[in-house]
């Protein structure tokens, strides 16, 4: 894994994570580590500054409850993100980039699926939901090669292969 640029007093406050449902601590034993590691990977690779996430390892009923009430889609899903508005803190407080929020069962779902390993899968859900917080989107084909694009060489400097490629089993 590349290391960061940053300062550790930048990098260390970056993630808030809450754990709703402790089988994630079996698919990835150190999940505040995990974050921090995908995190520091995207702004490594982004030119925004320096952000807090608000991270919520859950699941799949409760990404399904989020989807419908924010989203008008009563299905769960791998991850959302709910980007703040940073023009209502104060001067001077760290900018609050906004929540993610992730779907266990989902997410081993779709690890499976793809022939990766969940941990893999989980960096590279953490890394889409972080890109979205800093304005990228997939709702068109331009932007979707772009993010994904992106998502590739972060998920290159955590060591990950292609997320994209078919059939190409996920590092550890």
Not at 132 to 158: N, P
Request: proline share 8%; net charge negative.
């Amino acid at each position: 894994m590349k290391s960061s640029t940053k300062p550790a007093s930048e990098i260390e406050p970056l993630a808030n994570v809450r754990i709703d449902d402790e089988a994630w601590r079996d698919v990835v034993p150190d999940l505040e580590v995990c974050c921090l590691h995908a995190l520091t990977a995207v702004f490594d690779a982004t030119p925004e500054p320096l952000g807090q996430i608000s991270m919520l390892f859950t699941d799949d009923a409760a990404l399904r409850v989020l989807n419908a009430t924010y989203r008008g889609q009563d299905k769960a899903t791998n991850v959302l993100s709910f980007p703040s508005d940073p023009a209502g803190l104060p001067p001077g407080h760290p900018t609050f980039l906004g929540d993610i929020a992730l779907a266990l069962e989902t997410i081993l779902g779709e690890a499976r699926d793809q022939g990766k390993t969940p941990v893999a899968h989980t960096h590279h859900m953490i890394v889409h939901g972080a890109l979205h917080l800093l304005g990228y989107d997939h709702s068109d084909d331009d932007d979707a090669r772009a993010m994904e694009d992106l998502e590739r060489t972060i998920l290159k400097a955590l060591d990950y292969p292609d997320p994209y490629a078919v059939g190409v089993e996920a590092a550890v």
